[in-house]
């Protein structure tokens, strides 16, 4: 059964940090890997989406790294601020089977202005 | 713009009455609608997945006569919790995938339900 981590559990940072976030899963066999933001009783946005084939995704400040091999995902926020703060959800798709996402338990971020 | 219309966005309900929740692909169709909920703090936990013209598939420990799911079109499904209780208020959260080929596009997500039972 997969399962996905995320560490740190909640991080709080001064404006204008760099930072990354952590994921890991334990079944290497993914078909993709999705980074995701929520914010407070809100949904889910989709920030990136790595295929398995794929090494890294950028999109604006972001950047986020797959080594599929090893079980690992970076999600890195360069120059961080504060409308950056929210909960940051990586998850997983099946390369087989079912192919809904197994969530990691997300990383509160905080950017202090 | 969304592409997943998820409604109501929050509902309070009585214990013993059931709430329904539509989500619906707003654009393209769904062959596949995903239910997740989440409890605070904590992640999204798949509830089942919900097959067009067929009965849905729930994950394990997922009461099916509890949370009754229906996607009756291409386009949605609506998820029903019947005779509700306190420990069912929750964020409930639905995503839809496009066509029946699987691809590398993102999964979309509705903007959740968040269930409060009194």
């Known amino acids: 059964k997969q399962e996905v981590t995320q560490i740190p559990a909640a991080l709080s940072v001064p404006e204008g940090e760099n930072l990354v976030l952590n994921c890991s899963f334990t079944?290497?066999?993914?078909?993709?890997l999705q980074w995701f933001r929520q914010d407070p009783g809100k949904g889910l946005t989709s920030l990136l989406l790595?295929?398995?084939?794929?090494r890294e995704q950028t999109s604006g400040r972001l950047n986020a790294s797959l080594d599929k091999s090893s079980g690992r995902s970076t999600l890195y926020i360069a120059a961080s601020q504060p409308g950056d703060s929210a909960t940051y959800l990586c998850?997983?798709?099946?390369?087989?089977?079912?192919?809904?996402?197994?969530f990691g338990s997300g990383t509160r971020l905080q950017v202090q202005p | 713009g969304a592409v997943v219309s998820q409604h109501p966005s929050r509902v309070i309900c009585k214990s013993g009455t059931s709430v329904k929740i539509e989500c619906r692909s707003l654009?393209?169709?769904?062959?596949?609608m995903f239910w997740y909920r989440q409890f605070p703090k904590q992640s999204l936990m798949l509830m089942a997945t919900?097959?067009?013209?067929?009965?849905?598939?729930?994950e394990q420990g997922v009461e099916k006569d509890k949370f009754l799911i229906n996607h009756a079109s291409l386009t949605l499904s609506t998820l029903t919790v019947t005779s509700a209780h306190p420990e069912d208020s929750s964020f409930y959260i639905c995503?839809?995938?496009?066509?029946?080929?699987?691809?590398?596009?993102?999964?979309?997500f509705g903007n959740g339900t968040r269930l409060t039972v009194t």
């Open positions: 995503s839809a995938k496009r066509g029946v080929v699987e691809t590398n596009s993102p999964l979309h």
């Open positions: 654009d393209f169709q769904a062959t596949t």
């Open positions: 790595i295929q398995s084939s794929q």
């Open positions: 998850a997983v798709k099946r390369d087989t089977g079912r192919r809904a996402l197994t």
């Open positions: 079944d290497s066999a993914i078909y993709n």
């Open positions: 919900s097959n067009e013209g067929s009965k849905a598939t729930y």
